[in-house]
Nanobody
């Protein structure tokens, strides 16, 4: 059984900062990638960022404002969000692609989501 638990969602003013965390636990052999998606009301879920090994990818809408980092020893991924805008309001979901056994097929696991609201 694998669990991803996010934390750090909150109400923040435009221009403010927020840091999200996501810890993966359970029967994990290896994690190949971790990242964040978000879903705003009435919109489809979209990729925000993903970190694979030492390489990171960001959606154009968050480049220069968001920074993803990973603590491999603790199976944790962070998302530092600066210069927040009202359009960043969404439920943020953590995602991990991992193996539960040595030669298993990598699968995607998701957290339950954490609400981020940017409003004055």
């Amino acid at each position: 059984q694998v669990q991803l638990v996010e934390s750090g969602g909150a109400l923040v003013q435009p221009g403010g900062s927020l840091r999200l965390s996501c810890a993966a636990s359970g029967s994990i052999f290896s994690i190949s990638a971790m990242g964040w998606h978000r879903q705003a009301p009435g919109k489809q879920r979209e990729l925000v960022t993903v970190i694979t090994g030492g390489r990171t990818t960001y959606a154009d809408s968050v480049k220069g404002r968001f920074t993803v980092s990973r603590d491999n020893a603790n199976n944790t991924v962070y998302l530092q969000k600066n210069s927040l805008k009202p359009e960043d309001t969404a439920v943020y979901y953590c995602n991990a692609r991992l193996r539960t056994i040595r030669y298993g097929t990598p699968r995607d696991y998701w957290g339950q989501g954490t609400q981020v609201t940017v409003s004055s």
